[in-house]
């Protein structure tokens, strides 16, 4: 199993980025919950948002709920972090993850400022 995100960046306050994470050799995909977690420089990393195997259940942190929207593709074994409003306390490597396998992506720079 791997995992790889996408679409990281330089964003100003207020902007949107589209976060990806594009599975490989992982054929069961669509059978476990996926998550996003961040990591700011010098903090611990923090759990952002889980989604479950179809989509039902969705949990967010509270510093991201209504801004952040993750979502996920099964057919293309794709994860998605859809992120507004963006403040520059979002500024973080984000990280995809299969809590049940404990399998991590490389992460993706996000940086948010003007």
């Known amino acids: 199993v791997q995992l790889m995100e996408s679409g990281g960046g330089l964003v100003q306050p207020g902007g949107s980025l589209r976060l990806s994470c594009a599975a490989s050799?992982?054929?069961?995909?669509?059978?476990?919950?996926m998550s996003w977690s961040r990591q700011a420089p010098g903090k611990e990393r923090e759990l952002v948002a889980t989604?479950?195997?179809?989509?039902?259940?969705?949990t967010y942190e509270d510093s991201v709920k209504g801004r952040f929207t993750i979502s996920r593709d099964n057919s293309k074994q794709t994860l998605y972090l859809h992120m507004s409003a963006l403040k520059p306390e979002d500024t973080a490597v984000y990280y995809c993850?299969?809590?049940?396998?404990?399998?991590w992506g490389q992460g993706t720079q996000v940086t948010v400022s003007s």
């Open positions: 050799e992982f054929t069961t995909f669509g059978r476990y919950h």
């Open positions: 989604i479950s195997p179809i989509s039902r259940n969705l």
């Open positions: 993850y299969c809590p049940a396998l404990k399998v």
